[in-house]
């Protein structure tokens, strides 16, 4: 069945928090599209796992500040 | 707040733009087509119109009208990004699998309308038209993607 992510994400703050790093800055850097970028932020499409650590090796923190994924417990309320 | 985190500029992809014409040619070439046959049948049953010449030339116009738009399409915005990356493949691989069905169908209604004697125009026409919708559905499905959500199965 299809159905959008349940990936969320803090590209857009990390952005901010780093020099108001511009997505385009991001996409150059990871070796994407600006319009992959764009996708990614606004959860429109879920990033390979290599692209994912790509992303939080730029902002340099783990993989967890910058995507998060509801837990099991919410999945079953 | 920085304007960084509201860039509202929308800017295709190379990619995204060769699936729009690609999907207008296929719409424009086949539609002239019909029109052209219909045109020819002038009231008799279309199988009796020459068709052969129109499809041809209808199929060969597609080909060479994708190739120069695709073209003067990069030439015109210089700005619009022509990288093709790991979510442009995603894409690609989705629009093709999805379109490849009507290939399928027009392939084995060919053979079964073959076996069955029908006549050459509806063999020769039927393949057209399933060649179209695979290009139309195909096209369409990367441009809803590309606008809206990649799908998780």
């Known amino acids: 069945m299809v159905k959008p992510t349940r990936v969320t994400n803090r590209i857009r703050a990390l952005r901010f928090a780093h020099d108001e790093m511009t997505q385009a800055e991001l996409a150059e850097r990871i070796g994407v599209t600006r319009q992959t970028v764009i996708a990614i932020e606004q959860g429109r499409y879920s990033p390979s796992l290599e692209i994912a650590f790509q992303i939080a090796h730029v902002f340099k923190v783990p993989l967890e500040e910058v995507f998060q994924y509801p837990g099991s417990q919410e999945e079953t309320t | 707040m920085s304007k960084i985190l509201y860039i509202t500029e929308k800017v295709m992809t190379l990619e995204e733009k060769r699936a729009w014409i690609r999907l207008v040619v296929a719409v424009a070439a086949y539609g002239g087509y019909v029109v052209v046959v219909l045109g020819r049948a002038a009231g008799r049953p279309p199988a009796e ?31 619009a990004s022509r990288a093709k990356d790991v979510r442009d493949r995603e894409i690609g691989r989705l629009g093709d699998y999805v379109g490849q069905s009507f290939v399928t169908i027009g392939a ?46």
Do not use: H
């Open chain 2, 108 to 153: 084995v209604a060919a053979m079964l309308m073959a076996v069955a004697g029908w006549d050459r125009f509806w063999i020769a026409n039927v393949i057209y038209l399933c060649f179209a919708l695979s290009a139309v559905l195909g096209n369409v499905t990367k441009v809803v993607v590309y606008r809206g959500n990649f799908p998780q199965w």
């Open chain 2, 49 to 79: 119109a020459p068709y052969a010449a129109a499809l041809l030339w209808s199929v060969g116009a597609a080909i060479v009208a994708a190739i120069v738009a695709e073209v003067v399409a990069g030439a015109v915005n210089p700005k």
